[in-house]
């Protein structure tokens, strides 16, 4: 059910037309009553056009709708962008007779294309009159690309229910377009304004941030968050038991979610999860995370079943984090490769290397590092790349 | 004639018998007299021993041999390492009757595996017995490992002569290696220790920082300028035209060398240069423009033939450096694709990607940035990522 399994909340999705594949492109999420909304955004500094109406309208802490197209990226797209998010949600708003403030707008696809919105416009009385409670599946659905699966994940604890689903982490169009990663948590637990955006951030953002398919941030990227309220109670507040209850609840999503992101990425055949812990910082251990499930030489030694101590210890030390070499350990699984700083002279005997390599052939592949300078730790999660990632992203050009 | 065409050098090259192939291994660079000499080395945390070693010895601003193996890395091993290193320097100078303090050395292979040290002694004799004045070529080609050219070049300006070799920019061993850089430069103009280092930070540095072909900094990086003097005349010293003729000898050897370097990267079919202009330092065109090169997309789109505006677009806007996406233009070759931030919309009319994709399916491909802010501008020197990228890192498996 994804995003409508909380109570509260209808959607629909639909062929608009935006896009030549003639598969579904456009998709909606509306509320029953105004919802709390939180959102995070790309940093990017080309920015979409939807992701500053989004960014805009949600900074209050408020909404009521989501409008989601494929086709076009409404990037790098100048003011006609911005008055075709603005032209678009505000037909949504007309149509549900809502304040187009409370209408959120995310848009992926072609990268500089203009919006196609006399096919969006046109779309809309259908789209709107087949809002369902049911809608759940057929939003998350109609907000795939080139995704091979749909992605959603619910949850339900004692009165309350969280629902998400999500987009990418795969090329959108064949030609033009990015990895756009489009995420969208529902809630019905009570939470005001003020503190969703903390339950976003919080919770949300550092699961979110730890998957790094290739590396490149989109211009559109997002991830929102909405409460309903519609499960009754007390407002959930931070120090409170059930604030810890939503934020575990709204985390089991996340990460459901972020894992079929990473199985579903292009040309993906191992999931790589980096572990970094005795780090100065979590900022350090984040950094030598993301540079080590980054490192292309990580990669392929992944897709070739190459265990490589090397190729880990070189992003490691290449990560800009300072740390004194003698105190890093390396396991793959549970092997250690790296011992002090080196690598054991047992790796290089015969058959040394083969508990590393039964490591690194399984489909999940865990590369924990350990810095042993502090108490700072973080996760990344990569994927390998393969012939398949470069054949999705080099030959399916026009 | 490579580092041997300037005068008051003699080099070497032979089979030690450290690595399985049976290709040569070890190599040696011998001056007459002591040189003035400087170092670029790798920023890598886990920095090989013999990098240790030669960033102590040549801090003084004088050198007079480089020993140079591959086969193992010597780094990541510890303690012993650097005894390793020592020793294998050292019987290098007592061959040949010199301070251990001027030899210097340089290592690239497997990351971890202890140097086969009684292969490489055993070498000595043979090695120091067959310096010669015509030894560069041979030099230059026993420290290749995977590529597929030696990589060398030289100039002879009035009275003085500057030459110099390179290897890398490709994995060095099948299983477990890096793409290490090492690079010899040598002058028989009259340079004095002072001034040497200023000559490599200034002229070399920033062009062999400009080269990425992975955006993985190996453990070994090495960049060896050393200054015979055997040209005669007076030193050479800042502010003087003989210092700026000295400076565009250097800068024409090196950018040579780099170019080389990128031509012959793992599985690159284009070189792709990224020019960033209008930034408001050089270090912000820098970060930019690595940004560009390093990016999975860019490189993959190159592969395809695919011009891509929104990918590159995406990489300036995901660089970290903060500018006003409105002032920003994007040309491939001469070809407009990105105007004030903007696609133009003629790119998306039939046939009107035609020119950009004319461009990018050049041998080189020239990626102009103008960020429209200041006056910062810098180059990265990059190359596409193909299957043969994908195979020759994951498949050449142990």
Known sequence: MSVTFPRGFRAAGTTAGMKPSGRPDLALLVADDVCSAAGLFTT????????????RRVSRGLARAVLVNSGQANAATGAPGDRDAETTT??????????????LACSTGVIGEPLHVIELLGAIPELVGSLSVEGGPVFAEAITTTDTKVKQAVTERGSFRVGGCAKGVGMIAPDLALATMLVFVTTDAHVAPPWIGRLASEVLEPRFESLTVDGCTSTNDTVLLLSSGAAGGDPVV????????VATALDEVAASIVLQLAEDAEGAGHVVLVTVTGAESAEDARAVARAVADSLLVKTAVFGGDPNPGRI????????????PGSVDIRIGEVPVVVAGRVPDAYFADGGAEGARAEVEKPRVELNVSLGTGPGSSRALGVDLSYD???INAEYTT
Chains 1, 2 share one sequence.
């Open 90 to 103: 505000a037909a949504v708003a007309e149509a549900l007779g809502l304040d187009p403030d409370l209408v």
């Open 389 to 391: 990632y470069v054949r």
């Open 238 to 245: 931070p120090g409170t038991p059930g604030w810890d209850e």
């Open 313 to 324: 210890l070189q992003a490691v030390g290449a990560s800009g984090v300072p740390f004194p």
């Open 44 to 55: 990017n500094a080309f920015a979409a056009a939807p992701v500053g109406l989004s960014r």
